[in-house]
């Protein structure tokens, strides 16, 4: 891809410093006057496996995002390779969950939140096995149910389980559950929603994989229009950022791009998907409600 074309579709400008997006962010916020309360990581379908150095290459990437000085991380989903498929075994599970939990303690200075990606979860046993579904994915990423909400800094984080019954859609208990918290809010309360698929983005009308119940969820939105609400997902493993009735809704990369495999002729360079390289976020969070998010693709 032409270096043009390649900032382009970042959205950075061919005049900005590819290198600096942390300086060229500062400036921005000098300019507008408005506060950056939080600066935080959003990793998102990291699949890692024991296959193809995905360990080493996780910490090569980890170590960029150390550098940007972050507070937290959002993980969003899909942090093993693949415990769904009906051939997956009990072993292969606790192998990639092994993997995971290994990794974690090289960054566990740093809080996670995390949600539900739809390869976390084994059904390929019995419903009374500890193993089975959502609540031993739960229990593997440390967080208090599959879904849920913080607050840091005056922002409201809410975390929600893209998947209803296997398929992509909340459920009725939790969209009744999302619009209880919404509605507890003060008025232009800053909020970031971080969903495993995207709720309604461009890119899945490339490859699908958005929520079935998109509709319900804007009205919802809309009902609550005195916030500011912003939307970051993941599991497509493309990039790119949509506007709503004001609510901005952002897909990243996948860290694994091309699930850390080589890629195919359809990839724009080695693990791309499509024209989106394997990366990571930065999200700059203001006391205004806004966010920018920054996304820095990295190389293996």
């Known amino acids: 891809m032409k270096r043009r074309n390649y900032l382009k579709y970042l959205g950075i400008g061919t005049g900005a410093v590819l290198l600096n997006p942390v300086k060229a962010a500062a400036k921005e916020e000098s300019a507008t006057k408005k506060k950056r309360l939080m600066r935080v990581a959003h990793i ?9 150095d995905a360990s080493n290459r996780f910490l090569k990437c980890l170590e960029e995002i150390k550098k940007h000085k972050v507070d937290f991380f959002l993980n ?24 995971w939990h290994k990794l974690r ?74 619009d209880d918290e919404l509605a507890s809010l003060p008025t232009d309360s800053p909020v970031l929603i971080m969903t495993h698929c995207p709720i309604l983005n461009v890119s899945t009308i490339i ?18 229009k005195d916030k500011k609400i912003n939307c970051i997902s993941g599991h497509v493993h493309l990039l790119d950022k949509s506007n709503y009735n004001g609510v901005d809704y952002y897909s990243n990369g996948a860290m694994s791009g091309f699930w850390w495999e080589e890629g195919n002729e359809r990839s724009g360079g080695k693990s791309w998907v499509r024209e989106t390289p394997p990366g990571y976020a930065i999200l700059d969070l203001y006391d205004d409600g806004t966010m920018d998010n920054t996304y820095y693709p990295h190389t293996y």
């Not at 009374?128 to 967080?143: E, P, Q």
């Not at 849920?148 to 208990?173: M, N, Q």
């Open 44 to 52: 998102t379908d990291v699949h890692i496996r024991p296959e193809h």
């Open 76 to 99: 969003g989903g899909d942090t093993i390779y693949a415990a769904d498929y009906s051939n997956i075994t009990r072993d292969r599970v606790n192998a990639q969950w092994e993997i």
């Open 105 to 178: 303690k090289e960054f566990s200075e740093f809080e996670v939140y995390s949600c539900l990606g739809n390869h976390d979860m084994w059904w390929a046993t019995e419903e009374s096995d500890v193993m089975y579904g959502k609540d031993y994915v739960v229990d593997n990423l440390d967080i208090p149910n599959n879904y849920y909400s913080l607050k840091k800094s005056g922002w409201t984080f809410i975390v929600l389980d893209s998947l209803y019954k296997r398929g992509i859609a909340l459920g009725d208990e939790q969209m009744a559950w999302l």
């Open 207 to 224: 490859d699908g994989g958005n929520h079935k119940d998109f509709e319900e969820i804007t009205d919802l939105f809309y009902k609550h």
